[in-house]
């Protein structure tokens, strides 16, 4: 289950990149209002998997889903940079989060 939760922790890290994005430097209100709520609710979802998981494992996948989908998701909806390099870093940082997953005893 706290794998579960860490997943859903780094989804709504990515949300709230997004939001706060939109939020044009929290100028705009409704943006705004969902990065604090997906900002608050992802780093609470992380603290609830951090009750069974170890805190750098846990940290480094929820920030490498977070640093990972931004990235992907920002080349597939910004039109960010997809420079072979780019794409190959993304990978190693999603190669990481797998590998924490298959390693940890949790």
Same mark, same amino acid.
């Given at each position: 289950?706290?794998?579960?939760?860490?997943?859903?922790?780094?989804?709504?890290?990515?949300?709230?990149?997004?939001?706060?994005?939109?939020?044009?430097?929290?100028?705009?209100?409704? $943006?705004?209002?969902?990065?604090?709520?997906?900002?608050?609710?992802?780093?609470?979802?992380?603290?609830?998997?951090?009750?069974?998981? $170890?805190?750098?494992?846990?940290?480094?996948?929820?920030?490498?889903?977070?640093?990972?989908?931004?990235?992907?998701?920002?080349?597939?909806?910004?039109?960010?940079?997809?420079? $072979?390099?780019?794409?190959?870093?993304?990978?190693?940082?999603?190669?990481?989060?797998?590998?924490?997953?298959?390693?940890?005893?949790?």
């Amino acid at each position: 289950m706290a794998w579960v939760l860490l997943g859903l922790a780094g989804i709504l890290e990515i949300a709230f990149a997004f939001a706060m994005k939109g939020s044009e430097g929290f100028t705009r209100l409704t $943006p705004g209002l969902i990065a604090a709520a997906t900002g608050v609710s992802s780093v609470y979802i992380l603290s609830l998997a951090l009750r069974s998981l $170890p805190v750098g494992t846990a940290y480094a996948v929820w920030t490498g889903i977070g640093a990972a989908g931004t990235a992907i998701l920002g080349m597939a909806i910004l039109g960010d940079s997809t420079t $072979p390099l780019r794409i190959l870093c993304i990978a190693l940082i999603l190669g990481g989060v797998i590998g924490l997953k298959l390693v940890s005893a949790n």
